[in-house]
């Protein structure tokens, strides 16, 4: 599952995104991808971002907090890579 968001500020390698919570969960290790947004599309109900290729950057979001995201750019999310393992017997 995932989400694309605008990143509200920048300041060196600490990014905070979005204005409002994802889940609201605190402390989390989100894989950050950066995307660019080829064009939105105005609906009756909200705006949608139109997702076009995904740029080098990758990083972690670090708190999903009550007003807004916090995460750092080029450093690895702790829960990549996702394995899974199946033992039978």
Request: with cysteine; aromatic share 12%; net charge negative.
């Amino acid at each position: 599952m995932g989400g694309s968001g605008t990143v509200v500020w920048r300041d060196e390698n600490s990014i905070f995104i979005f204005g409002h919570p994802f889940f609201g969960s605190g402390k989390v290790s989100y894989p950050f991808a950066h995307v660019a947004v080829s064009d939105t599309l105005q609906t009756p109900l909200e705006a949608h971002k139109i997702v076009g290729c995904q740029l080098a950057t990758e990083g972690t979001i670090l708190v999903d907090g009550k007003f807004e995201l916090f995460g750092t750019i080029d450093h690895p999310a702790n829960t990549l890579p996702y394995k899974v393992e199946l033992h039978m017997g």
